[in-house]
């Protein structure tokens, strides 16, 4: 059978060892490993291949023969198509479990290290909680009009999606409206995405929509945009180009915007007394909830003393600098971008904590990062870097005579946090004292992490 087409014949019957990181089943057959789409582990399916590698097979599940006691009913009528979650049929806890030993394997078969002890894993509500999404949108006649949704899985097709748990309720509403809103414009052919970012304001939440616009909307469309505004109490941002062109088309009254600066998007880190303005194409958490079990737990590891300087790298908006400028003496962030820098500096005026933080810009993935040395030395330091890690951090740690005596690493990615670890202990005398799951991303595969690395003495 060639690759990447579709397989006849009658369905294997098949005998599901484990979970990838994707949240396939992986059973092996005729020598062969085969990752079952729907599959859990412990359990006994029939499957039809649907794809077949030299080296590995992949099925979908036709028929589940023998079920897992962790296997739950989907709650989404779109799981199995959209390909927003993978999940929804395995329970919560054991979703969690599966993460946390999905770490200690990459650690181990990656880094070669193992902590000293393991984090409580930081869960927190399974719905509801995606405050950032980023929805495609495609015309198609053929499916009754206009499309806003997540890709289906595997594909570059839309999915007829009508509602989404995964998003907070009242965003999960504004699909089937947001059809009806594109599908009205004369520009619908040349709107791609929207982008969702939900904020926090007095206890209500914010919505703002990003819509990707190739032309320039006419007065109608604008018209349209503003009444759509006014009715589903949503900001409305357009995007011409790439992420920092964006400019706020007007409020959640559905008034035309004078400047970016009426948005009342933000969000709140409570134990800290933080509030965090932002834009809605800045990174931030996609978990707001978590994100604030995130930071009181980094705080806590990190432990910073009064007297302390502490260095936050890849800080974005200070989302742990300014909870960590409450504690230390000074913070100092640094960040690739220098509008981020720019509206860290703004938030820490914002929350009174100019004083105790500095905010750079500097390349953290260029072979020059050893010169965030010349800032000085630092007692403690945060990374929170993206998928890629922090390569290039590792290795100038692990030269330096003058390394801070601890490190709490944030990680999304598994992969590139055992790569990093192996650096810090086998060649920087780091110790790894624990490590944990956090699950910032409910009814999907990705995992999210946490460790701390101690120097060790002589």
Known sequence: MAAGVSAAGAPLTLAIASLDLEANG????????????????????????VRSKPRFDVAQTVEVLRESHSRVTPRCPHFGVCGGCSMQHLEPGAQLAIKQRALEDQLWHIGKVRPESILRPLAGPAWGYRYRARLSVRHVPKKGGVLVGFHERASSYVADMRECHVLPPRVSALLLPLRELVGGLALRERLPQVEVAVGERDG???????????????????????????????????????????ALLCGADGRP?????????????REFDVEMPFRPTDFTQVNH?????????????????????????????????????RRARQVVGIEGSPALVRRAQQNAQRNGLADRTEFRSANLFDEEVAGFRSLGRFDRMLIDPPREGALEVAKALAADAARPQRLVYVSCNPATLARDAAILVHQGGYVMTAAGAVDMFPQTSHVESMAVFDATTG
């Open 257 to 269: 915007a004078a400047s970016d600066l009426d948005s009342q998007l933000a969000y709140r880190l």
């Open 289 to 325: 909830r978590i994100n604030e079990a995130l930071v009181s737990r980094a705080v806590r590891l990190l432990d910073p003393q009064p007297d302390d300087r502490v260095a936050d790298l890849f800080c974005g908006l200070g989302n742990f600098s300014l909870p960590l400028a």
């Open 204 to 246: 209500d939440l914010l919505v703002a929509l990003v819509l990707r616009v190739l032309d320039e909307p006419g007065a109608g469309d604008r018209s349209r945009m503003l009444a759509f505004a006014a009715r589903e109490r949503v900001e409305i941002w357009l995007q011409p180009k790439g992420p920092d062109s964006i």
């Open 26 to 49: 992986v059973a092996h057959h005729e020598g062969k490993v085969v990752f079952v789409r729907g599959a859990l582990p412990g359990e006994r399916v029939r499957a039809t291949l």
